[in-house]
C-alpha cells in the first residue's frame, strides 16, 4: 500500500541489498559509522528512519486509521525489493511483520537485540513490566528528552564498560536531531501492543535473534523459546553485550551478521 509520507533512507556500498531498521529513540546517525565501516565492503546497505524520527515526517493519523499499518505502509514504501533486512529492537517488531507480508520482498531476517513481544502479559513473563511501559508514555508527557537520556543509559546498563559506553553513547545522541512527540509517542505504543509471538511460525525466511547477554530489556530466558516459535531461526549470543550490541560490541555484532548473510544460502 502506497504510504502517504516519504521516510528518509540512505544508501551506501555495493553488493546484494541489505536494509537497517533503527530502534526507538534512535535515528539513522546512530548506526551509519558502523554499518559503513562492517557492512558496506559486502552489501548495499539502505538505512530506514521511521516516522517521526531523524529526518522522516511523523505520521498524523486520520480517524481510523490503524498505527501499526501506517507504520508498515511507509517503511514498505521505501524497502528495497529482494533485500535481506535487518531490524534492531523496535525495528526488530517492524521487520517482523514486514517479513510475514512481504515474504516476496525479504530474503532473510536478523532481529537483533529485539523480541516478538516486548511487553509482559499474563502467559509470557520474558519482557518488560506493563508498569514500565506505562512510566515511560507518561514520562514522554512531561520531559521527553529526560525520557530519552533514562532509555539511553538503560540500554547499556550491563554491558561491558558500561560507564564510559553510557557518557560517549548519551553525548552522541544529544547531539543528534530530535525525535518529534509524536514519533516517540507512537513508536511506544507499537512497542507496548506489538505481539507477534503466534505469526513466528508462519515466517518462512532464514531468521537470525542476534541478542546481547547481559540485554535489560530482552531477558536470556528467550533464548530457548525462540527456536520452538520459529523453527526457521537460529539463535546467537554477543557476550558482554547489552541492549546495543553495534555499538557496544562493533566488531562482534558485525561478523556474526556477516557470518549469517554471507555464508549462508540465503539468496
Not at 19 to 24: A, F, P, T, Y
Not at 116 to 141: A, C, H, R, Y
Not at 184 to 198: A, N, V
Amino acid at each position: 500500500m502506497k504510504s502517504s509520507i516519504k521516510l528518509n533512507t540512505e544508501t551506501f556500498g555495493q553488493g546484494k541489498s541489505l536494509c537497517l531498521i533503527h530502534g526507538w529513540g534512535a535515528q539513522n546517525s546512530v548506526w551509519r559509522e558502523w554499518a559503513q565501516t562492517h557492512l558496506a565492503p559486502h552489501f548495499e546497505v539502505t538505512l530506514i528512519e521511521l516516522p517521526g524520527f531523524g529526518g522522516s515526517p511523523k505520521i498524523e493519523l486520520q480517524a481510523g486509521e490503524d498505527l501499526n499499518q501506517a507504520w508498515l505502509d511507509a517503511v514498505a514504501d521505501v524497502l528495497p525489493t529482494k533485500t535481506y533486512l535487518l531490524g534492531w529492537s523496535l525495528g526488530g517488531l517492524i521487520a517482523l511483520q514486514l517479513a510475514e507480508r512481504y515474504p516476496q520482498h525479504i530474503k532473510s531476517l536478523i532481529c537483533l537485540a529485539s523480541t516478538p513481544s516486548f511487553v509482559q502479559t499474563e502467559n509470557w513473563k520474558w519482557g518488560v513490566s506493563p508498569e514500565l511501559m506505562g512510566d515511560f508514555i507518561k514520562t514522554l508527557g512531561l520531559d521527553s528528552l529526560a525520557l530519552l537520556s533514562r532509555f539511553w543509559k538503560l540500554q547499556l546498563q550491563g554491558s561491558d564498560g558500561a560507564r564510559q559506553l553510557i557518557k560517549h553513547f548519551t553525548t552522541q545522541m544529544k547531539n543528534r536531531r530530535m525525535p518529534s512527540f509524536i514519533g516517540l509517542l507512537q513508536g511506544l505504543e507499537l512497542l507496548r501492543d506489538i505481539d507477534m509471538r503466534k505469526n513466528l511460525a508462519s515466517i518462512q525466511q532464514p531468521t537470525l535473534w542476534l541478542l546481547g547477554e547481559n540485554d535489560p530489556l530482552v531477558p536470556q530466558e528467550i533464548v530457548k523459546l525462540l527456536p520452538e516459535m520459529q523453527p526457521n531461526s537460529q539463535v546467537e549470543i554477543i557476550q558482554g553485550a547489552a541492549h546495543v550490541p553495534f555499538f557496544s560490541h562493533p566488531e562482534q555484532t558485525a561478523q556474526k551478521v556477516n557470518a549469517f548473510l554471507l555464508g549462508g544460502t540465503h539468496g
